[in-house]
Antibody, heavy 121, light 112 residues
Framework: EVHLVESGGGLAQPGRSLRLSCAASGFTFNTYAMHWVRQIPGKGLEWVSGISWNSGSVAYADSVKGRFTISRDNAKNSLYLQMDILRPEDTALYYC??????????????WGQGTLVTVSS | NFLLTQPHSVSESPGKTVTISCTRNSGSIVSNFVQWYQQRPGSSPTTVIYEDKQRPSGVPDRFSGSIDSSSNSASLTISGLKTEDEADYYCQSYDSGNNGVVFGGGTKLTVL
């Protein structure tokens, strides 16, 4: 059974940093692309970033480009999101999601439960 | 870049059929696959349709997806509505122009 467990969320001041992690199990992690998707409570879904199976292709939403960095460690079955220069509008529930494919973003077939990030002074 | 526009909300009675639209504002809807996700309150999204019209195992055949190139839109149709179908539904597609992913704004389905 596929499990995705996010961690690392919490309260951060504007301009500071947070690092999110996603521990994956139940599938061959190193053969699928992975993503971060966020959701402001009560609002819609926003794709944040994606990374191919071998880290050869990464992409970001314009809203986070230059501030967030996605990475993965296939040896540890883990996905990461380094969030720098945080803004209040980054406040959201951050989901880790598995892609159906190895590269080329397609269907997010499994999602974690999310980790809440709050950016406030 | 493009937008996917969905109705904010729809409602229908149990046993009836409802269709939720997802209209792409630029570029062709057939350029990239469309997915549909269901999100019940307090839960993470789950896929109900992928690659325009494919249904994951475990999703009942009451759920179907289609593409209409004339209106440049995708549709999710749910027949034989059940109260358990009450949820938010999001369409999603790949944006090859910037290697990104676009979600529609979501549609709240009420079954009453």
């Amino acid at each position: 059974e596929v499990h995705l467990v996010e961690s690392g969320g919490g309260l951060a001041q504007p301009g500071r940093s947070l690092r999110l992690s996603c521990a994956a199990s139940g599938f061959t992690f190193n053969t699928y692309a992975m993503h971060w998707v966020r959701q402001i409570p009560g609002k819609g879904l926003e794709w944040v970033s994606g990374i191919s199976w071998n880290s050869g292709s990464v992409a970001y939403a314009d809203s986070v480009k230059g501030r967030f960095t996605i990475s993965r460690d296939n040896a540890k079955n883990s996905l990461y999101l380094q969030m720098d220069i945080l803004r209040p509008e980054d406040t959201a529930l951050y989901y880790c999601a598995k892609d159906k494919d190895a590269s080329g973003w397609n269907n997010f077939d499994y999602w974690g439960q999310g980790t809440l990030v709050t950016v406030s002074s | 870049n493009f937008l996917l526009t969905q109705p904010h909300s729809v409602s229908e009675s149990p046993g009836k059929t409802v269709t939720i639209s997802c209209t792409r504002n630029s570029g062709s809807i057939v350029s990239n696959f469309v997915q549909w996700y269901q999100q019940r309150p307090g839960s993470s999204p789950t896929t109900v349709i992928y690659e325009d019209k494919q249904r994951p195992s475990g999703v009942p055949d009451r759920f179907s997806g289609s593409i209409d190139s004339s209106s440049n839109s995708a549709s999710l149709t749910i027949s034989g509505l059940k109260t358990e179908d009450e949820a938010d539904y999001y369409c999603q597609s790949y944006d090859s122009g910037n290697n990104g992913v676009v979600f529609g704004g979501g549609t709240k389905l009420t079954v009453l």
